[in-house]
């Protein structure tokens, strides 16, 4: 078995959800062609999304994101990651060695 492999309910449900958030990220991109939002709407999913995606970036800045949630968001949301993290990444990349 492989050791990130979680076979509670609890964790499958957890999983689940993250999941459905993830899709629910990608379809706003989509609609909107941008990231949501923090907005004062009472029960705004905008909201909701960006207080998610802000929860992603406030998890992997601390080196609490699962390393499979990583990959999920790096491959289908490119720039999800905290700002500096992206100006990093792409110094990083256009360095001459």
């Known amino acids: ?3 990130s492999w ?3 309910d609890r964790s499958i449900e957890n999983e689940s959800n993250w999941r459905l958030r993830l899709v629910e990220l990608l379809r ?3 609609d ?3 990231f949501p939002q923090h907005t004062d709407m009472p029960g705004d999913q905008e909201k909701s999304l960006a207080v998610w995606v ?3 970036q406030s998890a992997y800045r601390a080196g609490t994101l699962e390393p499979e949630r990583l990959q ?3 491959r289908q949301v490119p720039r999800w990651r905290p ?3 992206q100006e990093e990444r792409q110094g990083s990349s256009n360095s001459t060695p």
């Open 1 to 3: 078995m492989l050791p």
């Open 6 to 8: 979680r076979l509670d």
């Open 28 to 30: 706003f991109l989509h």
């Open 32 to 34: 909107h062609g941008r």
């Open 54 to 56: 802000y929860a992603q």
């Open 72 to 74: 999920w968001l790096d």
């Open 83 to 85: 700002v500096r993290e």
